[in-house]
């Protein structure tokens, strides 16, 4: 299993359990609207309901949810009573999936790809169950960061400086301590891209690091305190660390994999089943969202709509930058036009790619999050539905963007490792620190 601190997490989030190690939450959203029955007469293609709870983090690839909710795509198709609720961690997001709209939680979320995957497998509910859950859409691809303290500025991190990676971690060490990495949710993708990140240049996360979970939210106040030398987490965080002075960005997420996909759009597989036409409905809604998003024209407006409290409660300052492709890394450099900045519809970043989720099932059997004898297809094929995808797609006359296969092929990281979706095995054998159980 995965060295994640047992011994002390950084328990920020409000409701969280002290001493859990999934950071099991009790709190959250107390109130969920029930199903309202859609009016009669509204046509054969009406949803079976006008409303549905939904939830999300304070994140800026949240921003489909919000807007679908913020600028009438779920009213326009007929569901205006979806509600958006915040939860304060992704352990909290998994605890109210769990529990369902009909006791107080909710029914999807913008969430952390894997996740879907790892409850279909029991492996992360309290239950130890497994919550049958479908991915609908990848909200994003990109825009996530690996963020490090001020104090190894002059370690010069960024992706592929092994020399000053080994600095800091050797440095750690002469102290008589582990290079703390904190990550957002065990088996999650920033846990994913971590340990990654540090594998690639030569640290074994076991051994040398020592990871911890800390809510997105509370990062830059944890990494304000000492508590963490490194961080990966999605924006606005990172360019907070950057404007308040406590760090730098070592690497934006893409530089570790250009295009990569990032978070999801899932729901309990229960409620898709019972409800065909309302999960069209919103597909339909978060699609339309997210050809918003991705518009230039619409990120002031877009921006000032996230900062707000009820949202992620942060600056505009924080959040436009990098949305905006424009990454001051805090160490000296600075890049407009970033190619790595978030992307929210074009290159396919709302496709549900299959072999997008085979390799999060293979890095997280890798990591000791799933059993060694995972069967990834067939994890992947209850999961992902691509095919509720291409019916909204085409709904909404995006025929035209749905790809030619569910398999983007091939993929490339930054020290040269490729994935071949068709061949797991042959990448986790070329791997040299892995945790298979």
């Known amino acids: 299993m995965s060295n994640l601190s047992r011994r002390k997490f950084l328990i920020t989030a409000a409701g969280t359990t002290a001493g859990a190690i999934w950071l099991s939450a009790c709190g959250g959203t107390k109130e969920a609207a029930a199903p309202t029955p859609a009016p009669a007469g509204g046509g054969g293609d009406a949803p079976e309901v006008t409303g549905v709870s939904l939830g999300f983090i304070a994140l800026t690839d949240a921003a489909p949810l919000i807007i679908a909710k913020e600028k009438g795509f779920f009213a326009k198709h007929g569901m205006p009573d979806v509600k958006v609720m915040k939860q304060t961690s992704w352990a909290v997001t998994r605890d109210n999936l769990e529990l369902g709209g009909a006791g107080g939680g909710i029914e999807g979320a913008h969430i952390l790809s894997p996740m879907p995957l790892l409850l279909e497998a029991g492996k992360i509910t309290k239950s130890k169950q497994p919550l049958p859950m479908s991915i609908l859409a990848r909200l994003n691809l990109q825009g996530q960061g690996l963020s490090v303290a001020k104090e190894f500025l002059g370690d010069k991190l960024t992706i592929d400086n092994s020399a000053g990676l080994a600095k800091a971690v050797a440095t750690r060490k002469g102290q008589g301590k582990k290079f703390k990495a904190a990550v957002t949710f065990p088996g999650g ?29 509370q990062m830059v ?3 304000q305190t000492g508590t963490m030398d490194t ?25 570790l994999w250009k295009a990569h996909p990032e978070k999801a759009f899932a729901m309990r597989t229960e409620w898709v089943n019972a409800h065909p036409k309302a999960t069209q409905a919103l597909l339909k809604a978060v699609l339309e969202a997210q050809m918003w998003c991705d518009d230039p024209a619409n990120l002031d407006a877009m921006c000032e709509i996230l900062s707000k409290d009820k949202y992620i409660k942060a600056s505009v300052e924080d959040i436009k930058p990098r949305l905006a492709g424009f990454v001051d890394y805090g160490d000296g450099r600075n890049v407009k036009d ?20 085979k390799w999060f099932v293979t890095e997280d059997m890798r990591w000791g999050y799933l059993p060694a004898d995972t069967d990834i297809d067939a994890l992947v094929n209850k999961v ?7 019916q ?12 030619a296969s569910d398999s983007r092929g091939k993929e490339t990281f930054f020290d040269g490792t490729v994935f071949d979706p068709e061949n797991p095995k042959a990448y986790l054998d070329g791997l040299k620190f892995k945790a298979m159980s």
């Not at 992902?384 to 291409?390: E, G, I, S, T």
């Open 189 to 217: 993708t920033h846990d994913l891209w971590m340990r990654y990140w540090l594998s690639a240049n030569g640290i074994d996360p076991i051994k040398d690091a020592d990871l911890v979970v800390v809510p997105p939210p």
């Open 221 to 223: 106040a944890n990494m």
């Open 231 to 255: 961080f990966c987490v999605g924006e606005p965080w990172n360019q907070r660390l950057v404007n308040k002075k406590l760090g730098y960005t070592a690497a934006v997420t893409g530089e």
């Open 338 to 357: 970033s190619p790595y900045k978030m992307l929210f519809w074009a290159d396919n970043a709302s496709f549900p790619f299959k072999s997008h989720d």
């Open 384 to 390: 992902n539905r691509a095919d509720l995808w291409k």
């Open 392 to 403: 909204a797609a085409t709904a909404i006359g995006q025929e035209k963007a749905i790809p």
